[in-house]
Nanobody
Framework: QVDLVESGGGSVEAGGSLRLSCVTS????????LGWFLQAPGKEREGVASINSASSTMYADSVKGRFTISRDNAKNTLYLQMNKLESEDTAMYYC??????????????????WGQGTQVTVSS
């Protein structure tokens, strides 16, 4: 198995910021499509942002202008910078990966490796 480990979640007031990280010591991120997904209680998992090996990105409409996805290939770390957080952003956030030089995708079926998630709670 490829282990992906998320961190950086927590509780924050509306309008605040968090930065999520996803790191692995077993793969080289440069060869992967990477993404962030959220899952709110009682809801299906939804794509938030994606980045591919060529650093092309894709964002859900709800987070455009507020969230930024990036990758540090030397550190094998994926980031999600989350600004202007809203109560509606409250969810478990998961990182995901798939091998290959592929385009960014926001559908969960486009990924085959998943982390265990980190909780983000936004109060208002």
């Amino acid at each position: 198995q490829v282990d992906l480990v998320e961190s950086g979640g927590g509780s924050v007031e509306a309008g605040g910021s968090l930065r999520l990280s996803c790191v692995t010591s077993k793969i080289t991120y440069v060869t992967y499509r990477l993404g962030w997904f959220l899952q709110a209680p009682g809801k299906e998992r939804e794509g938030v942002a994606s980045i591919n090996s060529a650093s092309s990105t894709m964002y859900a409409d709800s987070v455009k202008g507020r969230f930024t996805i990036s990758r540090d290939n030397a550190k094998n770390t994926l980031y999600l910078q989350m600004n202007k957080l809203e109560s509606e952003d409250t969810a478990m956030y998961y990182c995901a990966a798939r091998t290959g030089f592929l385009g960014p995708r926001l559908d969960s079926q486009a990924y085959n490796y998943w982390g265990q998630g980190t909780q983000v709670t936004v109060s208002s």
